[in-house]
């Protein structure tokens, strides 16, 4: 029977085999319920408390709470008829999965991605001291990569709580060699963050913005750790306080 932690399995999980597995006891915990009791005790309260008001199988809120709280984390991700599983590692900027973001398979299905289980990683990263559960070096790729495409392709449309509400937005500075290149209407968005604040209102009716886009591109910049949120800017002020529910949308 293959193991959901094996590290140097190549091929994506039919979510059947992966929902037979989890029956028989394999490791995975349902989203549906509570976070694992695997994890640590601060993602644990951080996940609890995201359940409370989130829809449990957000992906990119989970993300945001392993960086927050920069724990190793290995998640199973859904994107129909397939299981995508990846394992996030924070403090060494890189994440381990048998496909990378560019595979047309999970490219293809980014953007119905939906969180089914998370779980304390099984692998350890490159250089560990204990070498048995390190994997092949090519499965390794920098967590920005991942991060990026997430946000910028994945489900969710609206900002991350972490970053939302009042607030105004310009580019943190350095960091910018991690980032990946943006691409079309959100390279000149970038580069005029990098010279002036605005807050998600203004960006949203920037040339080639939506509000969308804008909420896609800060969710980017903030996970990878290139964004400055300002909750005093003058912008802010005159920022409405939930786009979100504006907008009719759930978190």
Excluded at 195 to 220: D, F, I, Q, T
Aim: charged share 25%; net charge positive.
């Amino acid at each position: 029977m293959r193991d959901m932690r094996d590290p140097e399995h190549s091929t994506l999980w039919r979510i059947s085999e992966f929902e037979r597995l989890q029956a028989g006891g394999q490791d995975g915990a349902p989203m549906g319920t509570a976070p694992s009791t695997m994890l640590g005790s601060t993602l644990q309260a951080e996940l609890y408390r995201l359940y409370a008001h989130t829809e449990t199988n957000d992906v990119l809120e989970v993300m945001a709470a392993c960086l927050r709280h920069r724990e190793s984390a290995l998640l199973h991700m859904s994107m129909a008829p397939y299981v995508w599983s990846v394992t996030l590692f924070p403090i060494q900027g890189l994440f381990h999965a048998p496909r990378d973001v560019a595979d047309p398979v999970v490219a293809a299905g980014m953007g119905q991605m939906k969180l089914l289980s998370a779980e304390r990683a099984g692998l350890r990263p490159p250089g560990h001291i204990m070498a048995e559960r390190v994997a092949a070096p090519d499965k390794y790729r920098p967590l920005a990569r991942l991060l990026w495409a997430m946000a910028v392709y994945g489900p969710r449309p609206t900002l991350l709580t972490e970053i939302s509400g009042r607030s105004a937005y310009r580019l943190a500075p350095g960091r910018g060699e991690d980032r990946p290149v943006p691409t079309g209407a959100l390279a000149p968005a970038v580069s005029r963050l990098r010279a002036e604040a605005a807050s998600l209102r203004e960006m949203s009716r920037w040339p080639g913005m939506s509000l969308e886009r804008a909420c896609r591109l800060l969710n980017a910049l903030y996970l990878t750790d290139s964004l400055m949120v300002m909750r005093s800017h003058p912008q802010a002020r005159r920022e409405p306080l939930d786009w979100a529910r504006l907008l009719g949308r759930r978190r």
